[in-house]
């Protein structure tokens, strides 16, 4: 029998767990999942006789190591600075390592040992990253088979709050890890748009959002996300004139976001503290004291009215509150990150939406076309949620092709080479995640 680890039972892993637990009667596999919060654990395994679960001080190495020792095959869905605890145990015990993160400058180093030690370390193997850029080689492979000439490449991703449960002024609630959220845009962004590179800072990234039309939504904000130059060269289209990554949101967030972030309260680097600072205070630090109210003073600072949406989602998160804070000694991310949780929690009966879009404009036979290909998935509940399904899935039809000795890749990668995007996109349609395409 096989053994698989899973390193985290959070958000992201419920269908992940879901589907290694249903697959391994007729795979052979066992599961072990490793997480600080056992009873979480539980939450996700329940009593399955397939599942083992393993409460872990990610820091103890010597503990990771061990349970990395008696597997066949690592997963990680810890936060993204931890990964690289893993990925170094995983090459010292000479084991393959699947997560959905970004692939970052820590393991980039351990490329050559990686390769020379016969292991596969497959990053960005999730949602965004992940099913994007799977589907975007499986159209850019055909299009350019067909002697197509592709000139713009723009991709769109978002998760969403679904339209039935769309009931608060942010239109949004937190459906994946609430820090990545809070932090989501902090370095800016760099893409290419007609031949130029264009370069966004953190504080004009909300700013500047401009908006897309998807099928059965209809408008949609989107801001650049990260660099999307680096993945010119993974795409091979390192000509293009256009070339972005974004993410989607609806309209009122990005406004609303801007508002937080010309009130410095998304700064993650020095701590202050809280004990006697109440909420409407820590909101206002940055704002001139004049003759009116709080509030008043506030929307002047901003730029709006008393009455306006993005006072009201202020409101909403309840920074115009009088209370203390007593979290101790915070950033202002961490202080954010506590309400955001809170405010914009989901609640049981809650339903998430996941929508990716690709915009490719290419020439073919001097006949210019635009293509649009998108995927819209809908979660079953707070637990049950299509971030989940859309992360979780790839990473375990991957460690199904994994064991199963189909996939004989090796080195570090990401997921945009045929033999990994064809046998999963096709999988995954089983699971109604696929995607619809139109011309123009």
């Not at 809070?182 to 004009?204: H, I, P």
């Not at 700064?267 to 009116?292: C, F, N, P």
Request: hydrophobic share 40%; with cysteine; charged share 25%.
């Amino acid at each position: 029998m096989k053994n698989i680890l899973l390193f985290g039972a959070g958000k992201s892993a419920t269908s992940l767990i879901d589907y290694l637990l249903t697959n391994a009667p007729r795979q052979k596999w066992h599961l072990t999942v490793a997480d600080h919060d056992l009873s979480l654990i539980k939450s996700k395994t329940g009593k399955s006789y397939y599942a083992t679960p393993a409460a872990l001080d990610i820091n103890d190495q010597a503990a990771r190591l061990q349970l990395i020792r008696e597997t066949d095959l690592v997963i990680s869905l810890l936060p993204a600075s931890l990964h690289i605890l893993v990925a170094r145990d995983c090459l010292e015990a000479k084991k393959n390592l699947l997560t959905a993160s970004y692939i970052d400058p820590e393991v980039r180093k351990l490329q050559a040992d990686i390769e020379n030690a016969g292991l596969l370390f497959m990053y960005e193997m999730g949602l965004d990253p992940g099913i994007d850029h799977m589907s975007a080689m499986k159209l850019i492979h055909s299009i350019e088979k067909k002697g197509g000439q592709i000139f713009s490449f723009k991709s769109y991703c978002g998760g969403l709050i679904s339209p039935d449960s769309n009931d608060n002024p942010w239109q949004y609630k937190v459906s994946w890890n609430a820090r990545n959220i809070v932090l989501a845009g902090s370095s800016g962004a760099t893409y290419k748009e007609k031949g130029k590179v264009k370069e966004l800072s953190y504080e004009q990234l909300f700013d500047h959002t401009k908006t897309i039309h998807v099928p059965g939504l209809g408008k949609l904000a989107f801001y650049p996300n990260r660099d999307s130059l680096t993945y010119m060269e993974e795409y091979k289209l390192t000509e293009l004139a256009t070339f972005m990554r974004a993410t989607l949101r609806f309209p009122d967030f990005c406004e609303g976001w801007n508002a937080l972030i010309k009130l410095g309260l998304t700064e993650d680097k020095h701590k202050i503290a809280t004990d006697q600072l109440t909420y409407i205070d820590w909101a206002t630090r940055l704002v001139h004291e004049q003759s009116g109210s709080h509030e008043e003073n506030l929307a002047q600072f901003l730029g709006v009215s008393t009455k306006s949406k993005v006072i009201r989602q202020l409101k909403f998160l309840g920074l115009l509150s009088p209370d203390v804070i007593n979290l101790g000694d915070k950033t202002n991310a961490e202080i954010l990150q506590f309400l955001v949780e809170f405010k914009l929690r989901m609640e049981p009966a809650d339903k998430d939406m996941i929508v990716m879009m690709h915009e490719i404009e290419f020439e073919r036979r001097n006949m210019a076309t635009r293509m649009h290909s998108y995927m819209i998935v809908q979660g079953e509940d707070n637990i049950h949620t299509a971030m989940a399904k859309t992360v979780g899935l790839p990473l375990g039809i991957m460690a199904k092709l994994l064991l199963q000795e189909k996939i004989t890749l090796t080195g570090l990668h990401i997921p945009v080479m045929p033999e990994i995007y064809n046998p999963i996109l096709k999988e995954l349609e089983d699971y109604d995640i696929r995607f619809e395409e139109s011309f123009e």
